[in-house]
Nanobody
């Protein structure tokens, strides 16, 4: 598994961005794929996750109704559509994957085996 996160950038509050997570070495068919974010001086926090095979999803309360995680057409891509962005969404966003997670562990960053390099999202007011 070799994860690549992309799609970040600067955006004004209220705007939208779509992040992509791609596995350049395989597919996500057997994996749970999660998005996490980390702002300067803060802990890494869970944003959203999807189980590829079932399309089941989970979201942090702070992004529910604004962010949508989804499978791409290609089996090696997961998207995070971020709408109604707020300055507090500013962070480096990381995608992660693991093939053994149970649902109760999806929000736990320590449980993911594979991580991408991160993409910066900066929301200005």
């Amino acid at each position: 598994v070799q994860l690549q996160a992309s799609g970040g950038g600067p955006v004004q509050a209220g705007g939208s961005l779509r992040l992509s997570c791609t596995d350049s070495e395989g597919t996500f068919r057997r994996y749970v794929v999660g998005w996490f974010r980390q702002a300067p001086g803060k802990e890494r926090e869970f944003v959203a996750a999807i189980k590829w095979s079932s399309r089941h999803t989970a979201y942090a309360d702070s992004v529910k109704g604004r962010f949508t995680i989804s499978r791409g057409t290609a089996e090696n891509t997961v998207y995070l559509q971020m709408n109604s962005l707020k300055p507090e969404d500013t962070a480096t966003y990381y995608c992660a994957a693991d093939s053994t997670l149970i649902r109760s562990s999806w929000a736990m960053s320590s449980q993911y085996d594979y991580w991408g390099q991160g993409t910066q999202v900066t929301v200005s007011s």
